[in-house]
């Protein structure tokens, strides 16, 4: 963008709310582009996305999915479809580290649509969970974008529909004529271009234990943040803390060594449920996992003398100094 179209541009901020968490824009939009229509057009796509790919509302498509009877197919609207092809082939990759069909096992430790359970589950009732749980029963039909219902699966996208949103009114603003911006949902972010002065979108990265503080500074031009945190839902009972990232291999909670995972990724729906895949194998496997496939991933974990962190080369590479 030159000089001259930058003084044209004024930063204006835009928020809203959306699937149960608020979302917030900075736009560097020429003075001639009207605010209220790309606040319509923001919030019309995540809309879309919420209306499609919500557990907490049980005409969206997703939810008629999980309530299909056994053995049918399913349509599914386009942007489900590829949210949950993501997801699936995510899943596959992390040998079900990462596993969008984990819905019953979050229901049943609390983290769900439901109440909260007065005692964590008997094995009975997480025998029954784990055997509606497995992303590999779910088929997919990408011709005519159709999904297997093999019954009992309960999918939830929540861990990736936020990314895929992000892009999704990234690419919206794009569009518009908006070439320069920086969005937020529930915590993703992701920014293009740069400012009107010419600096950088910015960002450090919440420390983990809610206070405020902030630590790691990146700049977003070009790439998205997320970030996953045990500070965010956990509950305690019995002098245990139980987190509402779970396991899908074994069941529970993942133990408190990860405080928090960041991702840093050209796309928001990569970056996203790896936040959620990362926790669950923890810094050893996870960073191996990050090495070998060039991710830029950092590890905030809870050590003997307060936060440690772990990261990655790449994201090393991109920290600002």
Not at 20 to 36: F, M, N, Q
Not at 188 to 201: A, N, V
Not at 226 to 248: E, K
Not at 305 to 316: D, T, Y
Request: aromatic share 8%.
């Amino acid at each position: 963008m030159s000089a001259q179209h930058h003084a044209t541009c004024f930063v204006q901020s835009l928020h809203g709310e959306t699937m149960g968490t608020t979302w917030s824009a900075r736009v560097a939009a020429p003075a001639d582009v009207p605010l209220h229509h790309l606040q319509s057009g923001i919030q019309q796509c995540l809309d879309l996305v919420d209306g499609q790919m919500s557990t907490y509302k049980p005409h969206s498509a997703l939810s008629r999915f999980n309530t299909a009877p056994a053995g049918t197919w399913r349509p599914l609207p386009q942007a489900c479809f590829t949210v949950l092809t993501h997801a699936l082939r995510l899943a596959s990759d992390t040998g079900g580290a990462y596993d969008p069909t984990v819905g019953p096992l979050v229901n049943l430790w609390g983290f769900g649509p439901a109440a909260r359970p007065e005692s964590t589950p008997s094995d009975r009732a997480m025998t029954e969970a784990r055997e509606r749980v497995g992303w590999w029963k779910v088929k997919l039909d990408a011709a005519n974008e159709m999904a297997y219902q093999p019954g009992g699966s309960y999918v939830d996208l929540s861990s990736v529909a936020k990314g895929y949103v992000v892009d999704l009114v990234g690419t919206w603003l794009d569009d518009a004529g908006v070439t320069s911006w920086l969005i937020e949902v529930g915590g993703e972010l992701k920014g293009k271009g740069t400012k009107p002065d010419g600096s950088p979108w910015r960002i450090a990265i919440e420390h983990p234990d809610a206070s405020g503080q902030h630590g790691r500074v990146v700049s977003l031009s070009g790439c998205a943040i997320a970030t996953s945190g045990d500070y965010r839902r956990s509950y305690g009972r019995g002098g245990q803390t139980y987190s509402h990232h779970i396991d899908p291999r074994s069941g529970s909670p993942v133990p408190h060594t990860v405080a928090s995972v960041s991702i840093l990724a050209a796309q928001a729906m990569t970056a996203d449920p790896l936040g959620t895949a990362m926790t669950v194998m923890g810094p050893e496997q996870g960073l191996a996992y990050a090495r070998e496939r060039h991710l830029a991933v950092l590890f905030v974990l809870h050590g003997e003398h307060g936060f440690e962190e772990r990261m990655s080369p790449a994201f090393a590479e991109a920290l600002c100094t």
